[in-house]
């Protein structure tokens, strides 16, 4: 069974732009979420979707947001970008809703912002 | 607050040696707990979780932890070391719908 990817592995943008990450969840899963990995802060949550509709949500400003199709696959938005987005952005899948569920991660998208 | 500390940001141990890695935690009720490793350009990979019932959790890779209610802590251990385990390691907490990891443990491993 094919793991979790994400596209692309690697970004380079500059201040203001956007930016779009994709995450294909193991097959059957009907979880996704989204963390940021930082030297500074760690690990942190940012959003769980689960049947198109995202239901948690971390704490991160209005200009991350996300969605899921119906095949289970998620994309996440980042919209004027600054500095400090500059991140390992990585996706996890399970099979159920809720976070402590067992969680497959991808190998994450690292996003330099210029 | 919730929070989960890791006291040790880098941890170096011999091939062969025994290892132990801390984990503390600050939660209202008794969380579901988590370790997962992180190799180098990897994502993260449970090792294992404890959710309830026996106190010591056995996962993969020859890893176990063990869950003290009176000290708040999941120490991960490993009887023996190989190169391969050197990475980063992650304890998590979870629930209610919300899951907070530590800052994570590096090992590096000495021939």
């Known amino acids: 069974k094919a793991g979790v990817t994400q596209t692309p592995r690697y970004l380079i943008k500059t201040r203001g732009q956007q930016v779009t990450l994709s995450c294909s969840p193991i097959s059957g899963h009907r979880s996704v979420s989204w963390y940021q990995q930082t030297p500074g802060q760690g690990l942190q949550f940012l959003f769980e979707y689960f049947s198109e509709t995202q239901r948690n949500k971390g704490n991160f400003p209005g200009r991350f947001s996300g969605r899921q199709f119906s095949n289970s696959r998620s994309e996440m938005n980042v919209s004027t970008l600054e500095l400090g987005d500059s991140a390992l952005y990585l996706c996890?899948?399970?099979?159920?809703?809720?976070?402590?569920?067992?969680?497959?991660f991808g190998p994450g998208t690292r996003l330099t912002v210029l | 607050a919730q929070s989960v500390t890791q006291p040790d940001i880098h941890i170096t141990v011999s091939e062969g040696a025994s290892l132990e890695l801390r984990c503390n935690y600050s939660?209202?009720?008794?969380?579901?707990l988590f370790w997962y490793v992180q190799s180098p350009g990897q994502g993260l990979q449970l090792l294992l979780k404890y959710f309830s019932g026996d106190t010591l959790v056995q996962g993969i890779k020859g890893f176990e932890a063990e869950f003290k209610r009176s000290q708040s802590s999941f120490n991960l251990r490993k009887p023996s070391v190989h190169w391969s385990d050197a990475a980063e390691y992650f304890c998590?907490?979870?629930?209610?719908?919300?899951?907070?990891f530590g800052k994570g443990t590096r090992l590096h491993i000495l021939p």
């Open positions: 998590a907490v979870g629930r209610d719908d919300k899951i907070i």
């Open positions: 939660y209202g009720a008794t969380p579901y």
């Open positions: 996890a899948s399970s099979l159920a809703l809720g976070l402590y569920n067992e969680q497959f």
